[in-house]
């Protein structure tokens, strides 16, 4: 089971980035998946989900309107569009992969995410 994030680096405060994180080793389109993010000195914190079919969608009131997830089950990857990015927005974001009724819990290793001028 992998799953690999990209798209991270260092912007200004209100640009954009696109973080992908493509899966493989198990069966993507079956999966719940989920943006976390851990700043430096605090815990990690649930971005944003997806459910398997891509129809339903929630984020942390932190970032509602700015970021958007989404995915494609036929490329095994799902993306996290950020927007209008904050200072706060630093951290390392990671990929998770859940299925409902199932231990079955995968990340990836990360990519930060830095907003500064």
């Known amino acids: 089971v992998q799953l690999v994030e990209s798209g991270g680096g260092l912007v200004q405060p209100g640009e954009s980035l696109r973080l992908s994180c493509v899966a493989s080793?198990?069966?993507?389109?079956?999966?719940?998946m989920n943006w976390y993010r851990q700043a430096a000195g605090k815990e990690r914190e649930l971005v944003a989900v997806?459910?398997?079919?891509?129809?339903?969608?929630d984020y942390a009131d932190s970032v509602k309107g700015r970021f958007t997830i989404s995915r494609d089950n036929a490329k095994n990857t799902v993306y996290l569009q950020m927007s209008s990015l904050k200072p706060p927005d630093t951290a390392v974001y990671y990929c998770?992969?859940?299925?409902?009724?199932?231990?079955?819990?995968?990340w990836g290793q990360g990519t930060q995410v830095t907003v500064s001028s």
């Open positions: 997806i459910n398997s079919f891509g129809s339903r969608t």
């Open positions: 080793g198990f069966t993507f389109s079956r999966y719940i």
């Open positions: 998770n992969a859940k299925r409902l009724a199932s231990p079955d819990n995968y």
